[in-house]
């Protein structure tokens, strides 16, 4: 029988993300520590097991750990069926524009200027937090920075003329002249983490819903502003670095909040 060692070259060679790779494996790992045999019986109680724990997309993409595991033995007869997700037809926890505006107004207020940059930048270069922690000064200088998708695929994410204006401002004024963008109290990198909590400590002080506050809320943002200033659904995928213009749909429909406040002011019988 092969070895999960092979599994793992095999993957590798795939283009898969490392992240993928990761998870792959330890779902493998997991079926060969809690399970005897790979039968069918074995892969639907574990199947069963998933579905009582985890949400539909986690499920699915551990039930492709294992496809993809049985492909590479040869036993594509034993493959799971995925569940299916059920789609919403809204976005949920999507900061408001209104909300947006008053946090960067507010850290700005308070001095707290490389913060007051975070948020400015992923709301509108729509940037995910793992992108937003490589853009170096260099980048704001030529205004893009050049991303490799793991399809191998380019994608260029544009800073706009008008932060990247305010930036080298302030940028003169701190003396720095190259490197990470954002950087910690110790002059490291900032962490995705680091963006994270810290982002939950100011919606607590300046009284915003903590739930509306994380990095990729700000992306939702970006997308939802950029169709209503411009329905270009096509180049909105580009711009996100979506696979599929499948999810960018989802930009088109209303946040909850945005349903509830049409239904409050159509529905007055």
Same mark, same amino acid.
């Given at each position: ?133 490589? @853009? ?6 030529? =205004?893009?920075?050049?991303?490799? %998708?793991?399809?191998?695929? !380019? +994608? #260029? ?75 270009? @659904? ?6 996100? =670095?979506?696979?599929?213009?499948? %999810?960018?749909?989802?930009? !088109? +429909? #209303? ?15």
């Amino acid at each position: 029988m092969k070895t999960q060692t092979t599994f793992e070259e095999h993957l590798r060679k795939s283009n898969l993300s490392g992240n993928t790779i990761t998870v792959y494996l330890w779902t493998v790992d997991y079926f060969n520590a809690h399970y005897d045999a790979l039968t069918k019986e074995n892969l639907l109680a574990y199947k069963g097991y998933l579905m009582e724990f985890f949400k539909p997309k986690t499920v699915n993409l551990r039930i492709q750990a294992m496809n993809k595991y049985l492909t590479f033995l040869g036993k594509e007869r034993l493959q799971l069926k995925t569940v299916k997700v059920q789609q919403k037809n809204f976005l949920e926890n999507v900061i408001s524009n209104a909300d947006y505006n008053f946090l960067k107004k507010q850290l700005k207020k308070d001095g707290n200027m490389e913060w007051y940059f975070v948020v400015w930048y992923l709301a509108a270069t729509g940037a995910r937090v793992s992108e937003l922690i490589q @853009i170096k000064i260099e980048h704001i200088q030529i =205004g893009y920075f050049d991303l490799y %998708t793991k399809g191998g695929k !380019l +994608r #260029r994410l544009y800073i706009p003329k008008k932060l990247r204006e305010e930036t080298l401002e302030w940028l003169e004024e701190i003396h720095r002249s190259s490197g990470y963008l954002f950087l910690n109290r110790y002059g490291d990198r900032i962490t995705t983490r680091g963006i994270s909590q810290q982002l939950k400590n100011y919606a607590d002080k300046y009284g915003l819903d903590k739930k509306v506050v994380y990095p990729h809320s700000f992306r939702h943002r970006y997308a939802k502003n950029f169709l209503e200033k411009y329905n270009d @659904i096509a180049l909105l995928a580009d711009l996100m =670095g979506h696979e599929s213009i499948e %999810t960018t749909r989802i930009y !088109l +429909r #209303r946040t909850a909040s945005e349903q509830q406040a049409l239904v409050d002011k159509i529905v007055t019988w």
